[in-house]
Every structure is written in structure tokens, then in C-alpha cells.
């Protein structure tokens, strides 16, 4: 009797351990899929030769990649990224929709938060993807190299923490993650094509053709054996991660025979929205579930330009892709074609952008602490001696918020100014002032059929707006009808925003604020401003840096549609800037 209580207990005892260590084995495997990890990634910028419209071209890639690697992380990863520059341009890297909390010097626009990568350089990227889930993306700063240099972040739920909200009922995600980029080709180098405009202050050349991961597709010469094919199985849920790598296109997106549902944008999780039809902005991105259950067969993805600017040249080209159910399709039929809008075709770009709703309730500040009233426009600089103007009636293109055309500084980084001076406007005065204007500096009809020709032409200057840790910010985007009215795309780098409201015409504070969406509005990083409209942001100002805002069609922030905000240090270290790091390249 003894001899098998004896053998009960130390059979209890061994199930206990057993199942202890099993347990604790279990713990210690999900604690590691939930720690958050470090990468290490390689970028080389160098030249490759690629066939595009019938003719061989030299490109700059990132590793010889066009477009460029797919960086993939979990939330909560940290990346440190050697960029090394083995191009014959200055270079430099932004990570589009990272927060880079007090990482700044980690943001990439060059002549803003670092000097460029000079050829020959390198200058390791050091940050942290914390509270982002979705898709984003990464590409030059420097001139117009975005147009080959660039290519997707792709963001996934830490294991073990959160999974995608969208996952079916049984919890299963979708069977297959594509990232999709859509871009501009130029059948000549982007950077001559800058340059020659800028020489002359006209117009820059049009693209010659649109592209889906660097490929113009079907409906362009010498293209279609390079067609991007996505195969598809009868049934499946794909996530396709839309991103619009375009430099001056924003685009009208459709797949033939198939609803796709929005279920995030600019990586920020949205409530599920079925379209047949999406309107993306260059810099925005869009991830939409598919379920492909259509008749097995072959369909176009396309995607043709949204031209809001009356008058002004656009490539009206059709970009196409083509998603394969495969099970022995006859290559030799056509695939079916989706109806795109018309090029002009506002209110369903309107449509779009307005049915999008954040998937929780905003944490939207009570209080609002700086009221800002941003103009967004084209303008023009008068002529003036020794110029060459080839812009109309001997001109020279502008653009500009508030009436200041953003000029950067080419001896150090505004941030690095900030920094070095300690922010005292006797050490910074010769690099930048912070005196951009809260208002415009003249009150106007904005969106008026003919506005006085003494409101075109711009100061230029290199200011930025100050703001305190903490503030609670609102800004107004007004665009004008200077020259011709357009939707401007503005991108706010190191914040997300919640998108308030959008309408047409001018903003009046006493009717519209009435059309805020308090409860659930969507958060991004970029928001497409109507044409002859306004669309009105908010953030809490919690980053500390020097955080540019820009149109992010290339052609105007070139021409200057850009300025900055400085948000000093808060209280103790986590609320103050990061010490700028050895590798910083220096002008």
C-alpha cells in the first residue's frame, strides 16, 4: 500500500513538473515571438541598366532593385539601415509614415533634418516602427531620384501581441500579402528633367508612362512581356498594399470584376469601406482586401491618372497589371477590363476619400492650442534681370503656403542648425527664421474665378512655425485658385493626423466646423486637399524635431510648396530630440 502511495506521489509530482516546465516552455516561446527585434538591412544606390518603351536605360536603384527591396517588419521592430552611396547624386533616404519619435535625424529630406549622402558616402538610418500597423513605404528625398529609388515597408502585428483586425471568423488572415507600386516612367533621366524646368523656372516634362512595380504594362509599346502578373487561387482572400510611388500622378485605381474592400490606409486601420474603385495621392498607400471568386480567368488591374488642374498637361496614359486564376488559361484571350473614372472625374475622388472612417474612436484632444490657417497654391515669380523664364508670359513657376515659397538651406539641415544653436534665433537666423506665418498675410476670396494678379507671386524664404511639446495643433488647408486650382496631396512628416472634415470652396470656421467628424475620422499621413477646396487635420504635437510639410506631387515642392514645423523639447528625456548620431553627414 505504501509502495503505490509512494508511486502516486512521485507521479503527481513528475505530471506537476512536467506540465510546469511544459507551461513555462510555452510562456518563455510566446514572450520571444513578442519581443520586438532589430534589423540590420544594406541599401546601395547605385546605377542599373533597365528596358522600358523599346529603349535600354540606366537607372539608380537601391541594390540593383527596380522598385527597391520590400522592407518587412513586426510592430515594435527596430531598423538600422547603411545606406551607401555608390550613385553619382547627392542622396537621401525618408521612411514615409514613420513616426521616428525623437529619431529625426533619421528622417531623411535632405537640407532638413541631415545633409545629403554624398557619392561615395554612407549613413546608417536608425529607428524604431512603434504603434504602426499597415503598409508604408520608403524612398529618396533628393530631387527627383524617388522615381526609381524607392519601395514598400510592409508592417505586420507583433506575434503573440495583435493580430490583423480584418482576419476572417475563424482568426485566419488573408492567404497572400501583394504590396503594389504604382509609379511613373520617364523616358529620359528624372533628374535631367528637373533640372533643364528648374534652369528656366517652366513646366517639367510629363511622364511618358504609368507603371505597376516598375512596369508600364499592356497598353504601352515594347511592354507587354514585362507585364506584372499576380497569380491568384479561385476563392482566396488576398490584402494587396497599395502605394502610390508616383512623383506628380495621384490615380484612380480598379480591378475588372472584383469588389475590394479598404480596410486601411497610410497604415492605420479603417473600417472595412467595399469600393469598385480607389483614389490614391502620391505618397498615400491603401490596403484592400480581394476575394477572388470571379469565373476563373484573367483581370486588368488598372490605374489612369486623376488630373484636377483644368488645362494643365498630364499623362493620360492607362497603366494595367494582371491578376491570373491560372488552372490553364488560355494566355491568347484578353483579360477583362475594369471602367475607369474620367481623368476629371472629381466626385468620385471626393466620394473616396470621404467614406473613409477610422476603425476606433479618434483620441482627439479636448483643447485646441494653436489654430492655423495654411494657403496651398501655384503662383508665379516675376522675371527678373540675367533670368531665363520660360514659364508663361516670361515667368518663372512658384508654389507656396501662405504666400512663402520654402527654400532650402544647401550649407547645413535646419535640424542640424536647431540643434547645434540650441534653438536661439542668433545662432539659426542665417540658416532659417521661425516666423512662418499662422495666417495667410492677406485675406482673399481663395477659390474665386479670377483672383487679383497681385496676389501670384510669393515671397521665397526658409521659415518654420514653433510649436510647444504637447500642443494641440489644428490646421486649415485652403487651396486657391492662383493659376489653376489643383488637389495638393500634403504630407506631414514625423505625425500622423485625424482628418476632420474636407469640402469646397472657402473655409468658413462658422458653418463648416460644424461638418467635423469628432467620432471616428480617419488618421494619415498624407491628405489629398480638394481642388478650389480645404480639408482641416489635427495632431498633438509629441515628437520633438523639425518636421516638414509638403505637397507631395514633386513639381511643387520643387517649386516651393513646403514649409516646416519645430517643436521644441519637452520635460526630460523622453520627451527631448535624440543626440544627432557620429555618422550624420556633413554638407
Not at 13 to 41: D, G
Not at 260 to 285: C, E, F, N, R, W
Not at 430 to 454: E, W
Amino acid at each position: 500500500m505504501s509502495s503505490m502511495s509512494s508511486y502516486s506521489s512521485s507521479s503527481s509530482l513528475l505530471l506537476f513538473t512536467t506540465t510546469t516546465t511544459l507551461l513555462a516552455l510555452l510562456l518563455c516561446t510566446q514572450l520571444q515571438l513578442s519581443i520586438a527585434k532589430e534589423q540590420y538591412l544594406e541599401f546601395v544606390i547605385k546605377e542599373a541598366s533597365v528596358t522600358r518603351l523599346c529603349r535600354r536605360h540606366s537607372i539608380m536603384t537601391v541594390n540593383g532593385q527596380f522598385p527597391g527591396p520590400a522592407v518587412e517588419v513586426s510592430e515594435g521592430d527596430s531598423l538600422m539601415v547603411r545606406v551607401t552611396n555608390r550613385g553619382g547624386y547627392n542622396v537621401t533616404v525618408h521612411w514615409h509614415g514613420v513616426r521616428q519619435m525623437r529619431t529625426g535625424w533619421s528622417d531623411g529630406p535632405e537640407f532638413v533634418t541631415q545633409c545629403p549622402i554624398r557619392p561615395g558616402g554612407s549613413y546608417t538610418y536608425r529607428f524604431t516602427v512603434a504603434g504602426q500597423e499597415g503598409t508604408l513605404w520608403w524612398h529618396a528625398h533628393s530631387s527627383w531620384l524617388r522615381a526609381t529609388v524607392h519601395g514598400a515597408l510592409l508592417i505586420r502585428p507583433r506575434a503573440g501581441v495583435s493580430a490583423y483586425p480584418f482576419n476572417d471568423a475563424a482568426g485566419k488572415p488573408p492567404a497572400r500579402e501583394i504590396p503594389i507600386l504604382l509609379g511613373e516612367w520617364w523616358d529620359m533621366n528624372p533628374i535631367d528633367v528637373v533640372r533643364t524646368a528648374t534652369r528656366t523656372g517652366a513646366a517639367p516634362n510629363i511622364s511618358d508612362a504609368l507603371t505597376v512595380n516598375g512596369q508600364p504594362g499592356d497598353l504601352y509599346k515594347c511592354s507587354s512581356n514585362g507585364t506584372t502578373t499576380f497569380p491568384v487561387k479561385s476563392g482566396e482572400t488576398n490584402l494587396l498594399r497599395f502605394i502610390n510611388a508616383a512623383l506628380n500622378t495621384e490615380l484612380f485605381v480598379s480591378l475588372a470584376g472584383h469588389t475590394m474592400t479598404v480596410v486601411g490606409a497610410d497604415a492605420s486601420y479603417t473600417k472595412p469601406y467595399a469600393t469598385s474603385v480607389l483614389m490614391i495621392a502620391p505618397g498615400q498607400t491603401t490596403d484592400v482586401l480581394v476575394t477572388f471568386d470571379q469565373p476563373p480567368g484573367r483581370y486588368y488591374l488598372a490605374a489612369r491618372a486623376y488630373a484636377s488642374a483644368q488645362g494643365v498637361p498630364f499623362d493620360n496614359t492607362t497603366t494595367t497589371a494582371i491578376f491570373d486564376y491560372g488552372a490553364g488559361n488560355s494566355s491568347s484571350t484578353s483579360p477583362a477590363m475594369p471602367t475607369l473614372p474620367a481623368y476629371n472625374d472629381t466626385p468620385t475622388a471626393t466620394s473616396f476619400t470621404t467614406s473613409l472612417r477610422g476603425l476606433r474612436k479618434a483620441e482627439l484632444p479636448s483643447r485646441v492650442d494653436e489654430s492655423l490657417f495654411f494657403t496651398v497654391g501655384v503662383g508665379l515669380f516675376n522675371c527678373s534681370g540675367g533670368q531665363s523664364c520660360g514659364g508663361p508670359n516670361n515667368t518663372r513657376f512658384a508654389a507656396s503656403i501662405n504666400n512663402v515659397s520654402f527654400v532650402l538651406p544647401s550649407t547645413t539641415s535646419i535640424l542640424q542648425a536647431h540643434y547645434g544653436g540650441g534653438g536661439s534665433p542668433a545662432s539659426t537666423g542665417s540658416v532659417f527664421t521661425a516666423d512662418f506665418p499662422a495666417n495667410p498675410p492677406v485675406a482673399f476670396d481663395y477659390t474665386a474665378q479670377n483672383v487679383s494678379r497681385a496676389l501670384w507671386q510669393p515671397v521665397p524664404g526658409t521659415k518654420v512655425y514653433r510649436l510647444k511639446y504637447g500642443a494641440a495643433v489644428q490646421v486649415v488647408l485652403q487651396g486657391t485658385n492662383i493659376f489653376a486650382a489643383e488637389n495638393h496631396p500634403i504630407h506631414l512628416h514625423g505625425y500622423d493626423f485625424y482628418i476632420l472634415a474636407e469640402g469646397f470652396g472657402n473655409f468658413d470656421s462658422a458653418t463648416d466646423t460644424a461638418k467635423f467628424n469628432l467620432d471616428d475620422p480617419p488618421m494619415r499621413n498624407t491628405v489629398a486637399v480638394p481642388v478650389n477646396g480645404w480639408a482641416v487635420i489635427r495632431f498633438v504635437a509629441d515628437n520633438p524635431g523639425v518636421w516638414l510639410m509638403h505637397c507631395h506631387l514633386d513639381v511643387h515642392i520643387t517649386w516651393g510648396l513646403a514649409m516646416a514645423f519645430l517643436v521644441d523639447d519637452g520635460v526630460g528625456e523622453l520627451q527631448s530630440l535624440e543626440a544627432p548620431p557620429a555618422d550624420l553627414p556633413i554638407c
